[in-house]
């Protein structure tokens, strides 16, 4: 009977979360227009922001990422769940949303709200990974986590398209779009304080990097964060110009606040919301490093197509197939650690894989920059595809071992 109870119990609070989740993904998905888009149009039509500005705005959420790790260790120290925690961050988002839609046409005051807003926005996902971890079954993580995923990706997708024509009839006044995204903050903490509370066990001291002694003790955990460090910097330079590439006219488009929408925002989510559930699928059910190959290859197609491309339509595929690969590559950037860790220390893995995704996140935005000053986003794009080639070859020893234990299990 006991477990039974216990069956039932798990059950109702999958349930639960996933439909907080599911009305989470909304006010998410709205906020991610911010970073994907409007954030960088403003610094760029509003306050012509020097690059290495621009470059600082793009690197805060990764900022956030590399501080996540200590939040975690504060998070143990405190024995608080990590709902009230996440919930606390947002809502210094919202404060610094709320900054920067005050600042008129002061630059320093809205480069400093939206720090604020991006840094504490980043500092969440090793505890939204607990939560995950806590409250789905291993065998349903990728597909309950693909369909909230499809829903953010929709409402971002809407979002861009609607915020867009209507900043076109508005000008540069962003003052009520950024009292939204503070809005959404408060909406997203409070889904997560109505999901069932999940504990970490309690430390007895602080110990900052005491994560990191995963990697000297879990040889595949290590390779895995190599890998992802030579993949994500090539990513996330490719990512930093998306914004600059079709605004600035020096690079051949001026385009407005709709097309700029479109490209970068709905076009890519409408993809994104086509492929992850079934992203999700594959996720459950075929060898992690096969998974990864695949969504690399979308990777390096998109970022190629993009950048090389001649004209709208190009730019449009290019970005379609991005968010292909986002889609996927979203579930595993989130999921990949339950796969390696058990309940206990997923966030502790989770920590130290979003120190590092910070660690690149905020170099790469000044790399990719500076080279698209004194060279051309060309050079971005070949570096950014051959990093990526890279890191695909070199787990293909991994690919191969998985075949093989696939083949002895079929026989």
Not at 145 to 154: E, H, N, Q
Not at 264 to 281: D, Q
Not at 353 to 378: C, D, E, K, N, Q
Request: charged share 15%.
């Amino acid at each position: 009977m006991r477990t039974t109870i216990s069956g039932q119990e798990d059950f109702d609070q999958q349930e639960r979360t996933f439909r907080l989740e599911m009305l989470r993904a909304l006010p998410a998905g709205f906020i991610d227009t911010a970073a994907t888009s409007f954030v960088i149009f403003f610094a760029i039509q509003v306050f012509d922001m020097h690059w290495a500005v621009k470059a600082a705005m793009l690197a805060a959420s990764s900022a956030g990422q590399l501080f996540s790790l200590f939040i975690v260790q504060i998070a143990r120290r405190l024995g608080s769940p990590v709902n009230i925690l996440a919930a606390c961050i947002w809502l210094f988002s919202f404060m610094g949303f709320a900054v920067a839609s005050m600042s008129g046409k002061n630059a320093i005051i809205y480069f400093v709200g939206c720090l604020i807003a991006f840094i504490c926005l980043g500092m969440s996902a090793p505890l939204t990974a607990q939560i995950y971890r806590k409250h789905y079954a291993s065998d349903k993580r990728g597909r309950l986590f693909s369909i909230t995923s499809l829903i953010r990706a929709g409402a971002a997708g809407a979002f861009s398209w609607f915020i867009g024509s209507w900043l076109k009839s508005r000008g540069n006044d962003f003052s009520i779009l950024f009292w939204g995204y503070a809005a959404a903050c408060l909406m997203m903490a409070g889904c997560v304080m109505y999901m069932a509370p999940v504990g970490l066990r309690q430390s007895v001291r602080l110990k900052w990097f005491d994560a990191f002694r995963h990697v000297s003790e879990d040889a595949p955990f290590r390779k895995l964060l190599i890998v992802w460090m030579v993949f994500g910097f090539g990513n996330l330079v490719s990512l930093a110009l998306f914004v600059e590439y079709i605004t600035n006219p020096l690079y051949g488009y001026s385009y407005g606040p709709k097309n700029v929408g479109l490209i970068t925002g709905t076009v890519p989510m409408l993809a994104f919301i086509v492929f992850v559930v079934p992203w999700g699928m594959v996720f459950d059910r075929l060898p992690f490093y096969t998974v990864r190959a695949l969504v690399n290859v979308f990777f390096i197609l998109g970022i190629l197509i993009f950048y090389l491309g001649s004209g709208f339509m190009a730019l449009c595929i290019g970005i379609a197939l991005h968010g292909i690969a986002r889609s996927g590559g979203e579930i595993i950037w989130t999921l990949w650690v339950t796969k390696f860790a058990n309940s206990d220390k997923v966030v502790e893995y989770m920590s130290v894989h979003a120190f590092l995704t910070g660690a690149r996140g905020v170099v790469a935005p000044f790399i990719a920059f500076m080279i698209s000053a004194y060279a051309s986003p060309t050079w971005v794009a070949w570096i950014s595809a051959v990093l990526i080639l890279i890191s695909t070859l070199t787990i293909f020893p991994e690919i191969m071992e998985e075949n093989r234990r696939k083949k002895e299990l079929e026989s």
